[in-house]
């Protein structure tokens, strides 16, 4: 199942931003632990934040702690990450995969770019 990523942009430091993740096919759902990550030129693509099955558990990295939101809503199958207060050491290109990932599911990602 591969999984496709929307609504990065550019936004001015400050600003703020919502990506959705859903899976390809109407007829797939999300079923697992899902987690966004992002990644920059030449790094490794990072966790950025994780989301159980039932939505009842998250995590974050210590950098977006406060200021990004993961959540899902299963009726619609999708998953989003809101995005406040934005930095331009944000700017990455996000993806959503399952948690932990699989080499099957990345999708092409969405850009999200911070800066004046």
């Known amino acids: 199942v591969q999984l496709v990523e929307s609504g990065g942009g550019l936004v001015q430091p400050g600003g703020s931003l919502t990506l959705s993740c859903t899976p390809s096919?109407?007829?797939?759902?999300?079923?697992?632990?899902m987690a966004w990550y992002r990644q920059v030129p030449e790094n490794a693509r990072e966790l950025v934040a994780s989301?159980?099955?039932?939505?009842?558990?998250?995590h974050y990295v210590e950098a977006v702690k406060g200021r990004f939101t993961i959540s899902r809503d299963n009726t619609k199958n999708t998953m989003y990450l809101q995005m406040t207060s934005l930095k331009p050491e944000d700017t990455a290109v996000y993806f959503c995969?399952?948690?932990?990932?699989?080499?099957?599911?990345w999708g092409r990602g969405t850009q999200v770019t911070v800066s004046s």
């Open positions: 995969n399952t948690a932990p990932p699989s080499s099957l599911t």
């Open positions: 096919g109407t007829s797939r759902r999300l079923l697992n632990n």
């Open positions: 989301i159980n099955v039932d939505n009842t558990r998250t």
